[in-house]
C-alpha cells in the first residue's frame, strides 16, 4: 500500500495532500498548475515536500528531508508525458536499463504485445507502441508502485483504448498501486476504481459515477 500525508508550498498554494492506494488505479484529475506532478515527483523522490510522510509498505519514502530513501531506492516506476524513452538505444535495451533480471524484459515484451518491436529504435515506432515501451520500462524494475503522467494525452482514441486495455490487463496481473494523472474524464471513467480531483493543492476523493 501506498500512503501519502504530505505539505509543500509552492509558487501559488499550499499543497496539502493525503491518500492511501492499494491494489488500485487511483486517478489524479485537475485542472493544470493543480499540484498533480508534484505529487507523483514527491512519490519518486524528483521534489521533496516541506513536511509530511511517504511510505510503501513497511517502507519509509519520505520523513523529513534529512531521512528520506534515495530516488534509486524507492521502487517506483515513473512513466512521464513524453515517454522519455533513450533514442540511441533499441527497444529492447530500453526495456533491460534498469531491469530486474533479463527474464523480465522478454516477460514484459510479450505481456504488452512488443516482441515483434525489441530490434527497434523509438523513432521507428508509432505513439501507442512507445507508450507501451514506456510503461515496460517502467514495469522492468519490478516497482512497488506505478506512477503515470498522463500518459495517453497525445495518443487517437483507438490507440488510446488498446492501452486502457493493456493497463488494466497489468493492474490484474502485477497487483500494485497504480496511479495515473489525466486530464480526461473518459479516461478517468476507464481506468480508474477511484478519482481524486485537485484543485489548488487540495484533494476531494470523487466516486467515479460523479463524472
Ligand atoms: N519546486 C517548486 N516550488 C514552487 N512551486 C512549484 C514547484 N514546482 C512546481 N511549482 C508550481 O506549483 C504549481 C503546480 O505545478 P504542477 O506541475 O504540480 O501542476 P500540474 O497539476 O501537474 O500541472 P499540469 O497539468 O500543467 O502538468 C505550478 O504553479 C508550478 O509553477
Known sequence: MLFVSIQKKLSHFQLQAAFQIKSETVI???????????ILNCIAGLTDPDTGEISLDDTILFKSKKNKL?????????????????????VRKNIEYGAYDSLVT????????????????????????????????????????LLLDEPFSSLDEETKNECYHHLNRLKKEWKIPILLVTHDKQEAKKLGDRILSIREGKLKSLPPEAF
Open 28 to 38: 489524479l484529475f485537475g485542472p493544470s498548475g493543480s499540484g498533480k506532478t508534484t
Open 106 to 145: 522478454q516477460q514484459l515484451l510479450n505481456l504488452l504485445r512488443i516482441h515483434h518491436l525489441a530490434d527497434k529504435y523509438p523513432r521507428q515506432i508509432s505513439g501507442g507502441e512507445k507508450q507501451r515501451v514506456a510503461l515496460a520500462r517502467a514495469l522492468a524494475t519490478k516497482p512497488g508502485v
Open 70 to 90: 534515495p530516488i534509486q531506492k524507492r521502487q517506483v516506476g515513473y512513466v512521464f508525458q513524453d515517454y522519455a524513452l533513450f533514442p540511441h538505444m533499441t
